[in-house]
């Protein structure tokens, strides 16, 4: 049991309390009951990052053990809108929009989680919020106070500068407590901007006659620039689904101060093989964030994707030779910018990120700088663009 605790307190914040978990799991060891560890979602993305994946992790740890993942699908709360870290109310979202979010969000996690029906269940919180009549509501509402909403951080700094805070955002907490309560949870998993809620589950659930929750918290992992946490919106992110060579590339793009915190919530390694591989004077640090990018992509495209993406790395970076795998684009022989060309091979999205990136020397045609967005060229088979210095593109002239 000291092992399990141990392990489970790899890479946590909090764990209220660490008690309560060492008795749960003594007592699920000797009556051989699964406890249910629950993780909510709220499917207001398609697309999980490796930031989503430090919870996932800590969830599949359960499952290893023998116990139940419960993943909680919120596809009634997502309409509301979590305003976890929001400074401003969030935008609802329609329900087909939901729908697809979701369906997406669960296959990636797919790839971390045991989907086994005895380690899985998945459950969609409409199942029970959606039946609740307004006087259920205004009961669920009689467990908290404002006061108690006001200690929320972002609840607070938007109360203080007058910013408009909805009511239905109050509401958001105890709904997700009431998940709690609905699938008997034993654990909730969470990031430490979770932590508000969580807690309030663990109350509802007291207050409903049942033990409540433990409540574990995981760090928020903090994205490839080293200062914000990882975000698609930021563009600081690594996805679940990004090709072998682009999620060793962007790993490879970390600073070394960083490794630690990803070996640790990223990767299954021992602590004590992790402060080798961290500490300058026993591991070079190249050769650290090889093995880190190479751990990482194995885990979702598998050891030979892993092995090719490194030594594809390799012979661009340390060689300054082409990738063997460029996208070829068909194109005409015919005058175009570079910013239009840039669109068109999909190397940036818009016209504006072509604009910035040959401002920042960052857009090469053949090996030669393109700094003017506006410079018209001409396609020719074989022509090679690059954008930064992992994007690459090989034109077909039809």
């Known amino acids: 049991m000291i092992e399990q605790l141990k392990q489970l307190s790899r890479g946590t914040v909090e764990i209220y309390t660490q008690q309560e978990l060492g008795q749960r ?13 629950k993780l909510g979602l709220d499917p207001t993305s398609p697309d999980i ?38 400074n401003t109310t969030r935008p609802m979202l329609s329900p087909e929009q939901i729908e697809r979010n979701a369906k997406t969000y669960f296959e990636q996690a797919g790839k971390i989680l045991d989907t086994s029906p005895d380690k899985l269940e998945v459950r969609h919180n409409s199942e029970w919020l959606a039946d609740l009549r307004l006087a259920d509501i205004i009961r669920l509402a009689s467990n908290m106070t404002v006061a108690r909403m006001l200690e929320r951080d972002t609840f607070e700094i938007r109360y203080k500068k007058g910013d408009p805070i909805g009511v239905h955002e109050f509401l958001y907490p105890l709904m997700q407590g009431y998940d709690s309560v609905m699938v008997r949870s034993d654990v909730e998993l969470g990031g430490t901007d979770q932590t508000f809620n969580n807690l309030v589950g663990r109350d509802l659930q007291r207050m409903n006659g049942q033990p409540p929750q433990i409540v574990i918290t995981s760090p928020i992992l903090v994205g490839l620039d080293g200062v914000q946490k990882m975000s698609k919106s930021k563009g600081n992110y690594v996805g679940v689904t990004d090709e072998p060579s682009n999620m060793f590339g ?60 490194a030594a594809e790395f390799d012979k661009i970076f340390a060689k300054g030779q082409l990738p063997d795998d460029m996208p070829e684009i068909a194109l005409p022989a015919a005058p175009i910018t570079i910013k239009n060309l840039l669109t068109a091979c999909k190397l940036v999205e818009t016209g504006g990120e072509a604009k910035r990136l040959c401002a920042q020397g960052g857009v090469t045609v053949d090996g030669q700088k393109a700094a003017d967005p506006n410079a018209e060229i001409t396609p020719r088979d074989g022509m090679v663009i690059q954008v930064g210095k992992r994007r690459f593109a090989k034109l077909i002239v039809r």
């Open 25 to 37: 799991l003594a007592e699920a060891a000797q009556s051989g009951r699964q406890m249910r560890i």
């Open 250 to 309: 962007k790993v490879m793009s970390i600073s070394d101060e960083m490794m630690a915190n990803y070996y640790t919530l990223l990767t299954d390694l021992p602590t004590e093989r992790i402060a080798e591989l961290t500490d300058s004077g026993k591991t070079h640090p190249k050769e650290a964030k090889v093995l880190l990018g190479k751990t990482i992509v194995a885990q979702f495209h598998g050891q030979a994707a892993a092995d090719a993406a």
């Open 49 to 86: 990052h490796l930031g989503h994946t430090v919870v996932l992790r800590k969830m599949r740890q359960f499952q290893d053990l023998g116990h139940k993942a419960v993943l909680i699908i919120g596809d009634y709360t997502a309409r509301i809108g979590d305003p976890t870290g929001q």
